[in-house]
């Protein structure tokens, strides 16, 4: 992949991002909406020449996100899943170029070692960099024998290509192409094998989050016979008459597409049939369409959904804090409130179709606030309404699985957090808000008891139901603050966390005794009423 280059020199040249400034302009909030003017589609490409399956998969979340991550710089890290798949796919690229016999785990190792050496200077960050990069690349080896596959090229690239029925100008790059056979005229007929370095996904995943990848494959297909019925024609020689697009008269048909999963060294076969073709395609051109709409109007719609966590603009989203959705502890910290100093638009002035910065024509008064603290019109919400699957599926048509096990967790942790409140305060009217504080307080605690178990937090997790049922224990004989103080609030907080984790690490001691040891009522005896603390 050319780009990894391009990432070690951005990664060797990028300053640290100050926390000050602002990583966002030209644009404002209508409601829910992300208003973007003009110059700033422009500047940021959010209006493409050529369209490409990754931007047609963003088109079916989020349009405010996709936008938003296309204008917020995003620093290079080579620790991040994303920028570690372009070194891995830089090495197998070059890889695959050479002899059969040179295409082994040395051969890897050593382009690995060069990128460790170009990006880092101490020995230390540059092993533990090849270790995390040999976790998703080494795999490679599992699924197949390099030495035995007839590579026909890596890196092909299409670059405008109009699609048959559709006219979609189609960009993508096909990261191998292998020959499995020739047809009745001697052309090679090929395989696109396609690196992922990413987990597995089972049919039960792709029938919950779609077969993205496998679009991609089958978009190269109609990418590939799109040429081979128009390249006879003089119209098709003329456009395509750079060396670099010779091979588009050499080939033959796409007998094959295959997705190699090179972390955990598995392979999927991607269903090549005319009507998988077809449904990809026309998703293609309605994808289209409505990254032209987007681009012309200006105003990107905003979707909440499971991967608001990992949103940039999940601090400032007005969607985003009705639904009570907040960053990920799993993602990269987002930016800040003060880095992302969005305005809204006046209520009593509708967005320009095209512009959110237009300026009136009598008295040039700019239509936007100088705060982004300013309050949206409300707009009644529409009824969000669940659907029940089964318990082991998280998502029922891509929203919460109200049967689900996280929903079981969510919908416990607010039960708690409103009785704690209620029992504690009753002559109080307990707020909203007050609610919410408190829930998602007394999920961190859990998510810090998942990760000393675990490492890890998922609200589908077993880890998570033991964790829970701790945590309610020490709530039962650990009142909170009554009348108290933040501080006094943070104090009881803290006692609340290190009492779960000391009840954790006693449940593991438990099951660590291989022999159950003989029990000292002595211990028991002298116990008198005092506040609960196990942790002490």
Not at 324 to 339: D, F, L, M, N
Request: proline share 7%.
């Amino acid at each position: 992949m050319p780009g990894a280059n391009r990432l070690v020199e951005q990664y060797r040249s990028q300053k640290p991002i100050d926390p000050e400034e602002p990583l966002i302009h030209g644009v404002a909030w209508d409601g829910d909406v992300l208003v973007v003017d003009p110059e700033t589609i422009a500047e940021h490409r959010l209006r493409r020449k050529w369209f490409s399956a990754s931007v047609s998969n963003a088109m079916e979340g989020c349009h405010a996100q996709w936008a938003a991550g296309q204008i917020i710089p995003s620093p290079v890290d080579p620790f991040l899943a994303r920028d570690a798949g372009s070194f891995m796919h830089d090495i197998f690229e070059h890889m695959f170029t050479l002899p059969p016999e040179q295409r082994t785990r040395d051969t890897y190792r050593a382009g690995r070692d060069a990128f460790a050496r170009d990006l880092f200077d101490d020995h230390a960050t540059q092993a533990r960099w090849a270790e995390y990069l040999d976790t998703i690349s080494l795999g490679l080896w599992d699924l197949e024998d390099p030495a035995q596959v007839d590579v026909y090229a890596t890196e092909l690239g299409v670059f405008g290509l109009p699609l048959a029925g559709i006219g979609v100008p189609l960009i993508g790059f096909f990261d191998r192409v292998s020959i499995d056979g020739t047809d009745e005229h001697g052309h090679p007929q090929l395989s696109i094998d396609d690196y992922k370095s990413g987990k597995w996904s089972d049919e039960r995943k792709l029938a919950r989050y779609g077969d993205h990848y496998g679009d991609q494959i089958r978009l190269y297909v109609h990418a590939i016979r799109t040429i081979l019925a128009e390249r006879d024609t003089e119209a098709f020689r003329q456009a395509h008459a750079d060396p670099r697009e010779k091979w588009m008269f050499e080939i033959g048909d796409v007998v094959n597409g295959q997705l190699l999963y090179t972390m955990v060294g598995r392979k999927r076969y991607i269903d090549l049939s005319q009507k998988a073709i077809d449904t990809t395609v026309h998703t293609f051109a309605a994808h289209w369409d409505t990254h032209n709409v987007l681009a012309d109007t200006g105003r990107y719609d905003t979707k909440t959904g499971p991967l608001c966590g990992w949103c940039p603009l999940v601090q400032v989203c007005p969607a985003a804090a009705d639904a009570g959705k907040c960053a990920s502890e799993r993602a990269t910290p987002p930016p800040s409130k003060i880095q992302l100093p969005i305005p809204r638009l006046r209520p009593q002035i509708s967005a320009s179709a095209h512009s959110p910065v237009q300026q009136t024509p009598k008295d040039k008064e700019p239509i936007m606030t100088d705060t982004a603290e300013t309050k949206p019109t409300a707009v009644p919400a529409e009824p969000r309404h669940l659907h029940e699957g089964k318990p082991w599926d998280e998502l029922s048509n891509d929203d919460l699985n109200i049967g689900s096990y996280a929903a079981g967790a969510v919908f416990g942790l607010v039960n708690r957090a409103t009785a704690l409140l209620r029992q504690s305060f009753p002559d109080v009217t307990i707020k909203r808000g007050q609610i919410r504080q408190l829930a998602v307080l007394l999920a961190k605690i859990v998510q810090a008891g998942e990760k000393h178990i675990t490492g890890r937090t998922d609200w589908q997790t077993q880890a998570n139901t033991r964790v829970r049922g701790l945590l309610f224990t020490v709530l039962e004989s650990t009142p909170v603050p009554s009348g108290g103080s933040v501080d006094d609030w943070k104090a009881w907080a803290t006692r609340v966390r290190k009492n779960v984790i000391a009840l954790i690490d006693q449940s593991v001691w438990l099951w660590d005794q291989t022999e159950l040891p003989h029990v000292e009522f002595e211990a028991l005896a002298p116990l008198v009423r005092d506040p609960f603390d196990v942790a002490a």
